[in-house]
């Protein structure tokens, strides 16, 4: 019996230890497979996933829809119809028009058919129109695609910021335990007063909430950036955050005006106001077009039966031969000219005009807009290297600073609020130095899509 217990004993302990052996390596691999999410795979998610990205597809489909459909309209209709009924009591007969009083049944039949042979040009405006217009929605996608790239970009260097700061707090939060440590051992050996410590204490409490602070707006800019990716928490655990050290820019010799004349034949932000201004046009020449007469043929079927229709023998001829004998056919031209409208179509018209002045000013400022943004872009990537040369040195100056200030605390030849001085110094350095690095990274990346590169295809 005691051996027995021994032995469930035993099992039941190597059981716990395999179940705990097993979580630790689902713990791993879970861990494992917490990939750090770089920037290009953020952006492919985003576009692939975004809903508002999506909307813009549905919007290309239904101008493609509506472009065949200008082309389609070019056919003939054709439509046929069909009705029957019983008549009872006073009518009218069908066939003969007669008033009679006795019940019978009709029915007739119709195919009907109709070209526009002449509509003022205005058909094949409409196709030219919706072409264009294709063409603004096809871009229209390309631009959120891209406009969607540089908010995934910006977002995501927002929390490479964040937790870059985080990294900056967790270092001078080591250095300030060490000071405390530090010293408390002095005050216990008569060197330092009390007072010294306590003024460690606050700038140690106070650099605990600027980590935690930190942590809060990466987690918040994480939100953001999950929102605009369309990706579920679980999903989107770290990414990375490893900032590029700027480098002298080979393009600084290559003029803006040069640059700007190569992008702007690219940028979909100038190819929408094109396709928008030659749809004006078009539109423009759709209204001019109904001034003009419209022509149209008609052609027709008619054929039906009626059970008052009798032969000689005073019985109802049938179905078929009724069809056959009633049939008429019609073939026809008809024209339309506007005469006059109220002034509505003259109005029309200058109002299309008036359309397309403004499409052209829009395409103006367009081209203004992103010959701006591209100089001032080159400009600031020029300024951002120059800045950061200068903040990676005091960023060194203040290092060195606070290495001697320390020295000098421990002998005595400053007090503490110098040497915390130099210590806050230092921190804002690091800060400034991270801050000008993301700064320039995405300059970077901005004038590489000047020269036609989408940095995350």
Not at 199 to 218: F, G, S, T, V
Request: hydrophobic letters at 40%; proline letters at 2%; glycine letters at 4%.
């Amino acid at each position: 019996m005691v051996s027995t217990w021994a032995t469930m004993m035993k099992e039941m302990r190597i059981i716990r230890k395999t179940g705990l052996l097993t979580g630790l390596l689902l713990l791993a691999g879970l861990l494992g497979a917490q990939e750090n999410w770089s920037l290009n795979q953020c952006i492919d998610y985003a576009l692939r996933k975004n809903l508002t990205h999506h909307s813009y597809e549905l919007d290309e489909q239904t101008a493609k829809i509506d472009a065949t459909q200008s082309r389609l309209n070019l056919l003939p209709s054709l439509s046929a119809s069909s009705s029957a009924g019983l008549s009872i009591g006073r009518s009218v007969d069908p066939n003969t028009n007669d008033i009679v009083n006795t019940e019978f049944f009709n029915n007739s039949n119709s195919l009907n058919s109709s070209l526009t042979l002449f509509r003022g040009f205005i058909q094949q405006n409409q196709i030219s129109w919706s072409k264009f217009k294709l063409k603004a929605a096809q871009w229209q996608k390309v631009n959120y695609q891209d406009d969607l790239a540089f908010q995934i970009l910006l977002t995501y260097y927002d929390v490479v910021y964040y937790q870059g700061l985080i990294e900056i707090a967790r270092e001078q939060l080591s250095l300030s335990e060490y000071d405390l440590k530090k010293t408390e051992t002095l005050i216990e050996t008569g060197l330092k007063a009390k007072s010294d410590l306590a003024e460690m204490q606050a700038l140690y409490e106070k650099e605990m909430l600027n980590l935690i602070q930190a942590k809060n707006k990466a987690e918040e800019l994480k939100l953001s950036l999950r929102t605009q990716m369309n990706v579920s928490a679980g999903q989107l655990v770290s990414i990375q955050s490893k900032a590029e050290e700027p480098v002298a820019f080979s393009s600084f010799s290559h003029p803006a005006d040069s640059l700007y004349d190569s992008f702007v034949q690219l940028s979909p932000y100038v190819k929408i106001a094109e396709a928008e201004l030659q749809a004006a046009a078009k539109e423009l020449a759709m209204t001019r077009g109904q001034y003009l007469p419209s022509v149209y043929l008609n052609a027709s079927v008619n054929t039906g039966y009626y059970e008052t229709y009798r032969d000689q023998e005073g019985k109802t001829i049938s179905f078929n031969d009724q069809l056959d004998n009633n049939m008429s056919q019609y073939i026809g031209a008809s024209v339309s000219i506007p005469l006059f409208q109220k002034n509505q179509l003259r109005s029309q018209v200058r109002k299309a005009k008036l359309a397309e002045e403004q499409a052209r000013t829009q395409l103006e400022t367009y081209r203004q807009t992103v010959y701006y943004e591209l100089v001032n872009n080159t400009r600031e990537l020029q300024a951002l290297f120059s800045e950061y040369i200068q903040t990676e040195k005091q960023a060194e100056a203040n290092q060195l600073a606070y290495q001697v200030a320390q020295r000098k605390y421990d002998e005595g030849l400053i007090d503490v609020i110098e040497l915390l001085a130099v210590k806050s110094r230092l921190t804002e350095a690091q800060s400034q130095l991270l801050r000008v690095q993301l700064q320039w990274e995405i300059k970077e990346k901005v004038l590489e899509f000047y020269k036609g590169v989408r940095f995350w295809k």
